[in-house]
């Protein structure tokens, strides 16, 4: 049984080394083809659905990447990196409502593991309300991303930058 298990982790382990080289070499349709042979191979995968939506997002199909994201959510409604994903992917399509809700759910699901929204997330959250025009809602979450890491630079390039935008448009 643990040699099953041993070469099972072994074959995983090489079909994924095979994707990362076929991703940096630009061979996206082998990647896939490689992916999806790895999703078969491990039940549920939400990190094979997550490489697969990076690289549909490469070849131009968000559609794709965009189900494969939701897929991935599916598998595991716990895990927030799909939502994470889901926002950036949302936020780059101008789809801000959407960017929004799916940023809020990572946040959600980060805080309900007991980690908290870290700081890049409430920094993204941020610029996602910023994108949208929401000024005071992203001068909040700029805040919360400082709070949640003092040191992250470009956290309070944005704090600055939103309290200024609030202030001289009166909001």
């Not at 994924?16 to 191979?41: P, Q, S």
């Not at 559609?63 to 897929?71: F, G, H, R, T």
């Not at 927030?80 to 801000?96: C, G, M, S, T």
């Amino acid at each position: 049984e643990a040699s099953k298990v041993n070469k099972h982790a072994e074959e995983v382990r090489a079909l994924t080394t095979e994707v990362n080289a076929a991703v940096e070499a630009g061979r996206f349709d082998e990647a896939l083809a490689k992916l999806k042979g790895l999703d078969e191979k491990i039940e549920k995968c939400v990190p094979c659905q997550m490489k697969m939506a990076e690289v549909l997002v490469k070849m131009k199909d968000e559609v794709a990447a965009e189900a494969a994201l939701m897929k991935g959510a599916e598998y595991d409604p716990a895990n927030p990196e799909p939502y994470r994903l889901l926002a950036n992917l949302y936020n780059n399509q101008k789809k801000f409502d959407e960017a929004a809700k799916a940023s809020a759910k990572a946040n959600e699901l980060m805080t309900a593991s007991g980690g908290g929204a870290d700081a890049t997330s409430l920094l993204n959250q941020g610029i996602i309300f910023w994108n949208s025009g929401k000024y005071p809602e992203a001068k909040a979450e700029f805040a919360k991303a400082v709070k949640a890491d003092p040191k992250k630079a470009d956290a309070q390039y944005w704090l600055g930058l939103s309290t200024y935008n609030v202030a001289a448009l009166g909001q």
